[in-house]
C-alpha cells in the first residue's frame, strides 16, 4: 500500500493540492464554479465504471498457455494465448 501510495496517489493529487494552497495563499480562497463540480463528479462516476468494467472483464483466469511476442523468420509474431488446459498452481512453501 505504501508504495501504491507514493507512487499513484501522492503525483495524482499533488497539482491539485498545489493549486488549492496557492489560490489560499495569494488570498483568492478556493471559490469555484458549480460547473467545476459537476465535472468533478462526472469524472469520478466514469473513473468508477471503468475500474468496475475492467475488473469484471478481465479478472478471470484464461484456459490456456500463454506466448509472448517473438520473432520468427524476421516476422514479429504477437502474444497470444494457446489453447488447452491452465497451467498448474504454484507450490505452496512449507513452513
Known amino acids: 500500500m505504501g508504495r501504491v501510495f507514493l507512487t499513484i496517489i501522492i503525483p495524482l493529487l499533488l497539482p491539485t493540492v498545489l493549486y488549492f494552497g496557492w489560490r489560499i495563499a495569494i488570498g483568492r480562497g478556493l471559490t469555484l ?8 463528479v462526472a469524472g469520478l ?3 468508477s465504471l ?3 468494467a475492467v ?8 484456459q490456456g498457455t500463454y ?12 502474444g497470444h494465448i ?3 488446459q491452465a497451467p498448474p ?6 513452513y
Not at 464554479?33 to 468533478?40: D, F, G, N, Q, V
Not at 472483464?57 to 484464461?62: A, E, I, L, S, V
Open 50 to 52: 471503468t475500474l468496475v
Open 33 to 40: 464554479p458549480t460547473s467545476w463540480l459537476w465535472l468533478a
Open 89 to 94: 498452481p504454484p507450490p505452496q512453501p512449507a
Open 45 to 47: 462516476a466514469l473513473a
Open 67 to 78: 506466448v509472448p511476442p517473438h520473432v520468427t523468420n524476421g516476422a514479429v509474431v504477437p
Open 55 to 62: 475488473s469484471v472483464d478481465f479478472g478471470g483466469m484464461r
Open 82 to 84: 494457446e489453447p488447452g
